[in-house]
């Protein structure tokens, strides 16, 4: 199975501040068809999770362009600049190149 | 607008069995792929199958710790997609959320307990 690897596990953010999220995959998660299948998730306290970016680096509709994904083959990274206060709780990377579908870890994403 | 409604869930006694329904709406139901995904309790969330559409013949995949115990099926007509889990033990107990992965329903919580 493909293993996501998120570092950091927790992070601790000013408002305002940029937070940077990486995910590492055991394999490439590039697809035969060209396309990389690697998704952000936020889930927010008490709430189902919300998808964030697509395909490495595609908002999804409605995110804010302070949300920017970026990567290729196993290195992968969310940041997210200018942190508001709804920016709080855990994010998650997904794969959907490789069966089993897995996600990572998650990193829990705090305001100081 | 896109609405996701899990039901089904409830307490079930270790060896039980449950299905779980998912009925959707707002959204072009049949070109999606449909997912269920569990998180238990103060964990992270844990993909759990997928069913493809017509295009894909109906293709289904699944987590290798519940295969053999799961079929997703849906129902294009009703815009349904429906979860069968047999053989439960304590560790299925999770909340279990439908999704296309661009939408999501708000789950439904299924409990295994004697």
């Known amino acids: 199975d493909v293993v996501l690897t998120q570092t950091p596990v927790s992070l601790s953010v000013t408002l305002g501040d940029q937070a940077s999220i990486s995910c590492r995959s055991s394999?490439?998660?590039?697809?035969?068809?060209?396309?990389?299948?690697l998704e952000w998730y936020l889930q927010k306290p008490g709430q189902s999770p919300q998808l964030l970016i697509y395909?490495?680096?595609n908002r999804f509709s409605g995110v804010p362009d302070r949300f920017i994904g970026s990567g290729s083959g196993t290195d992968f990274t969310l940041k997210i600049s200018r942190v508001e206060p709804e920016d709080l709780g855990v994010y998650y990377c997904?794969?959907?190149?490789?069966?089993?579908?897995?996600f990572g870890s998650g990193t829990k994403l705090e305001i100081k | 607008e896109v609405q996701i409604l899990e039901t089904g869930g409830g307490l079930v006694k270790p060896g039980g069995s449950l299905r779980l329904s998912c009925a959707t709406s707002g959204f072009n139901f049949n070109d999606y792929f449909m997912n269920w995904v569990r998180q238990a309790p103060g964990k992270g969330l844990e993909w759990v199958a997928q069913?493809?559409?017509?295009?894909?013949?109906?293709?289904?995949y699944y987590a290798e710790s519940l295969e053999g115990r799961v079929t997703i099926s849906r129902d294009d007509s009703k815009s349904s997609v429906y979860l069968q889990v047999s053989s439960l033990r304590a560790e299925d107990t999770a909340i279990y959320y439908c999704?296309?992965?661009?939408?999501w329903g708000q789950g439904t919580l299924v409990t295994v307990s004697s």
């Open positions: 997904f794969q959907a190149t490789h069966d089993p579908l897995t």
């Open positions: 394999q490439s998660l590039e697809y035969s068809d060209g396309y990389t299948y």
């Open positions: 395909e490495v680096s």
């Open positions: 069913i493809r559409n017509k295009n894909y013949n109906y293709a289904t």
């Open positions: 999704t296309s992965r661009s939408y």
